[in-house]
């Protein structure tokens, strides 16, 4: 199983900053990682999948890089609608797995 | 409007039976795999069990596996959860969701809201 570990758990921050979130697994999944938002009492929403690709309708500000093992999420400029959980997710193989998750929270 | 509708949560004692549904509208439901994920209380995402748009192929998480059956009715555009011998730790949120450009190894692009299963004595 590949497992993916986030970091940081939690990062409080204040709008208009930027941030970039961590995704690291512990085999290579190629670039087959993608990105969720996710707020309490609603669905969660693809961001970024194979890695940098944004999903339809998300803003720029998103962005996703990586390959292999280490993989980022930036929003360069932090909007009140951005306070969140996020998830990474990887589609490499079975069985798919899930971060465990960074929470962004209002400083 | 393309809309995810998950149904049949609730409350049941363990080693009892659920069934999930999930109702699809404004796509063209027979051309994508898709999947259930779940999320415990105070927990993270987890992937549960996948379906290919035919329904010839299944994938299991191994903490359901043997236990949890998925199918779909085509015709219906509806999705199924079949949950036997619940156990405590199936207790979460349970989403339906669509796998991106409808692969069977994939991302999700199309969310439901979830529907609650609870498992207690």
């Known amino acids: 199983e590949t497992v993916l570990t986030q970091s940081p758990a939690t990062l409080s921050l204040s709008p208009g900053e930027g941030v970039t979130l961590s995704c690291r697994a512990s085999?290579?999944?190629?670039?087959?990682l993608a990105w969720y938002q996710h707020k309490p009492g609603q669905a969660p929403r693809l961001l970024i999948y194979e890695s940098y690709n944004r999903a339809t309708g998300i803003p720029a500000r998103f962005s996703g890089s990586g390959s292999g093992t280490d993989f980022t999420l930036t929003i360069s400029s932090l909007q009140p609608e951005d306070f969140a959980v996020y998830y990474c997710?990887?589609?490499?193989?079975?069985?798919?797995?899930f971060g465990g998750g960074t929470k962004v929270e209002i400083k | 409007e393309v809309q995810l509708l998950e149904s049949g949560g609730g409350s049941v004692h363990p080693g009892g039976s659920l069934r999930l549904s999930c109702a699809a509208s404004g796509f063209s439901f027979s051309s994508y795999a898709m999947t259930w994920v779940r999320q415990a209380p105070g927990k993270g995402l987890e992937w549960v069990s996948s379906?290919?748009?035919?329904?010839?192929?299944?994938d299991f998480a191994d903490s359901v596996k043997g236990r949890f059956s998925i199918s779909r009715d085509n015709s219906l555009n509806t999705l199924y959860l079949y949950m036997n011998t619940l156990r405590a730790e199936d207790t979460a949120i349970y989403y339906c969701?669509?796998?991106?450009?409808?692969?069977?190894?994939?991302?999700?692009?199309?969310w439901g809201q979830g529907t609650m299963v609870t498992v207690s004595s």
């Open positions: 997710q990887q589609r490499n193989s079975w069985p798919l797995t």
């Open positions: 969701a669509r796998n991106y450009a409808g692969n069977r190894q994939a991302c999700f692009d199309i």
């Open positions: 379906l290919t748009s035919s329904g010839d192929y299944t």
């Open positions: 085999q290579s999944v190629g670039r087959y």
